[in-house]
């Protein structure tokens, strides 16, 4: 596409849009130094441990913070499907079945017990609240980060657009991905992306698609094709009681990592259940699985591990930390 004038281009960017569960500033955890991240809705896999139910499918959803409510009864009269029930006690009951998410009792919630998960952003809004952090962006060796849900399960093309316009910015841009996409789409996006974040949950094909919904294999090979390009990649490990949370597994996943692939970094994330209260909010709560949270001990255990096969990269946590000097290089 060319666009000869400023004026048609910024046309071009307001009628692109990108629907996102979440955008975080300033987070420090999705990627190197301090970053922007976006959530984009939709993912194809189904953890048993997912963290962000909400962005699994790409419709809005309807979340309920009832220790919000204030009882002020504006929602009791405005949902179009009859969905919602009050009373002056416990304030909205939703009827998950019948409820065809207007958003209309969000809209007059004063305190956001009542909320939409999930929107339209605009590329230029995007890209607005991108701009605004580039101070930070610059003296923390930070940038801007697609996560999600699954951002490379979105339309390429039009995800493309935002890359191409954040590079055309000089800011670093790094896509968080699961690998289950087809290899098509993360080509395309490591012609834009300073690094990955790529999960590697487990090495066993079949526990993979016990606990995550699909086998091992696509993820794999995508992890090795990346390997090849001249692209920096930094493996995450969620560390799942039950699931890949014994010595074994984790020294299996260790020595394949080894032999196979050059990362920057390794975390190994433990579990936490900071986020299963969403799956109430979202009248999900048959859904919600909780496992165990590993000790210290065992994330020092698996640690060592990993260093001990010559991952001397390895760390527990998320965080990315940049020396200054090349922050300052930036």
């Known amino acids: 596409m060319i666009i000869g004038s400023k004026i048609s281009y910024i046309k071009f960017w307001a009628g692109?849009?990108?629907?996102?569960f979440d955008l975080q500033r300033l987070s420090m955890e999705n990627g190197p130094g301090l970053r922007t991240t976006l959530f984009f809705e939709g993912c194809p896999l189904r953890c048993a441990w997912c963290h962000n139910p909400e962005g699994l499918g790409y419709e809005?959803?309807?979340?309920?913070?009832?220790?919000?409510?204030?009882?002020?009864?504006?929602?009791?009269d405005v949902c179009p499907s009859s969905a919602l029930t009050y009373n002056t006690t416990n304030g909205p009951t939703i009827d998950r079945k019948i409820c065809n998410i207007s958003g209309k009792c969000a809209m007059v919630c004063p305190t956001d017990a009542l909320s939409i998960s999930g929107r339209d952003y605009s590329l230029k809004e995007i890209m607005d609240t991108i701009l605004k952090d580039r101070a930070f962006y610059d003296r923390s060796g930070g940038g801007v980060t697609f996560s999600g849900g699954e951002p490379l399960a979105q339309d390429i093309q039009n995800l493309s657009y935002l890359m191409d316009a954040i590079k055309k910015e000089r800011i670093d841009l790094c896509l968080d991905t699961c690998g289950?996409?087809?290899?098509?789409?993360?080509?395309?996006?490591?012609?834009y992306a300073d690094c990955f974040l790529y999960d590697f949950k487990h090495i066993d094909s079949d526990q993979h698609e016990k606990y995550i919904g699909v086998k091992n294999e696509l993820i794999i090979n995508n992890l090795l094709r990346l390997t090849e390009l001249d692209t920096v990649i930094h493996i995450r490990i969620p560390v799942v009681p039950e699931f890949n949370g014994d010595l074994r597994t984790i020294s299996r996943m260790a020595e394949w990592l080894s032999d196979n692939v050059r990362a920057e970094t390794i975390a190994l994330l433990p579990y936490h259940r900071f986020g299963s209260d969403k799956y109430d909010r979202l009248g999900l709560s048959d859904a919600k699985r909780l496992f165990e949270v590993p000790t210290s001990q065992f994330m020092q255990d698996a640690l060592t591990i990993f260093q001990n096969k010559g991952l001397k990269q390895t760390v527990i946590g998320g965080a990315i930390l940049i020396k200054k000097d090349a922050a300052d290089s930036k």
Do not use: D, M, Q, T
């Open 180 to 191: 289950y996409v087809p290899w098509k789409n993360i080509e395309i996006a490591a012609s």
């Open 60 to 76: 809005p959803k309807l979340l309920h913070f009832p220790a919000r409510c204030i009882k002020c009864g504006y929602c009791k």
């Open 16 to 20: 692109i849009v990108y629907r996102l």
